[in-house]
T-cell receptor
Framework: EAQVTQNPRYLITVTGKKLTVTCSQNMNHEYMSWYRQDPGLGLRQIYYSMNVEVTDKGDVPEGYKVSRKEKRNFPLILESPSPNQTSLYFC???????????FGQGTRLTVV | QKEVEQNSGPLSVPEGAIASLNCTYS??????FFWYRQYSGKSPELIMF????GDKEDGRFTAQLNKASQYVSLLIRDSQPSDSATYLC?????????FGAGTRLTVKP
């Protein structure tokens, strides 16, 4: 089944404890992205990648890191999480420019 | 700052009515436009995409695009309670896709 898989689905952590949210797609898509969704603000892009080893900042990259070492994986790293990073996170992949995005199930992160 | 704007709603319509959702965008270079539906706590799912000026119909849904006015809309005919959700407008930009904040639609039986 074609899909984008995020893990974990739910995570509660403490301020400053490094964490990684994984994202994997099995559709051989070129593009992958991370978004965060907060009430009233919609989906805001954190980082995106147009190919292996190619990443770029979105609108809200502060406090996040990403890497794209393989085409299928695009992990999101929070080196020192803070409470303002409490949010619902979505990973998405796309075949190429101008095409639709396929979303993972979402990760609900709470930083206390 | 490039923007995609939607009326946040909530928009409430009676069952069987037409729901009209609107979206404006600022990047004149955008070429691809998408409407996603999102139920609370779930992932966005694609309803329609449109690339050319004019109307595109798919079942009860019609997307309308006017690039000169930088405006895209979604019409839902014969609205059903199951259409109650948040509708996200998305616009392709150089690099990736930008989303509006979404319009919350409620269809009352």
């Amino acid at each position: 089944e074609a899909q984008v898989t995020q893990n974990p689905r739910y995570l509660i952590t403490v301020t400053g404890k490094k964490l990684t949210v994984t994202c994997s797609q099995n559709m051989n898509h070129e593009y992958m992205s991370w978004y965060r969704q907060d009430p009233g603000l919609g989906l805001r892009q954190i980082y995106y990648s147009m190919n292996v080893e190619v990443t770029d900042k979105g609108d809200v990259p502060e406090g996040y890191k990403v890497s794209r070492k393989e085409k299928r994986n695009f992990p999101l790293i929070l080196e020192s999480p803070s409470p303002n990073q409490t949010s619902l996170y979505f990973c998405a992949s796309r075949p190429g420019a101008g095409t639709e995005a396929f979303f993972g199930q979402g990760t609900r992160l709470t930083v206390v | 700052q490039k923007e995609v704007e939607q009326n946040s709603g909530p928009l409430s319509v009676p069952e069987g009515a037409i729901a009209s959702l609107n979206c404006t965008y600022s990047d004149r270079g955008s070429q691809s436009f998408f409407w996603y539906r999102q139920y609370s706590g779930k992932s966005p799912e694609l309803i329609m995409f449109i690339y050319s000026n004019g109307d595109k119909e798919d079942g009860r849904f019609t997307a309308q695009l006017n690039k000169a006015s930088q405006y895209v809309s979604l019409l839902i005919r014969d609205s059903q309670p199951s259409d109650s959700a948040t509708y996200l407008c998305a616009v392709n930009e150089e690099g990736d896709m930008r989303f509006g904040a979404g319009t919350r639609l409620t269809v009352k039986p």
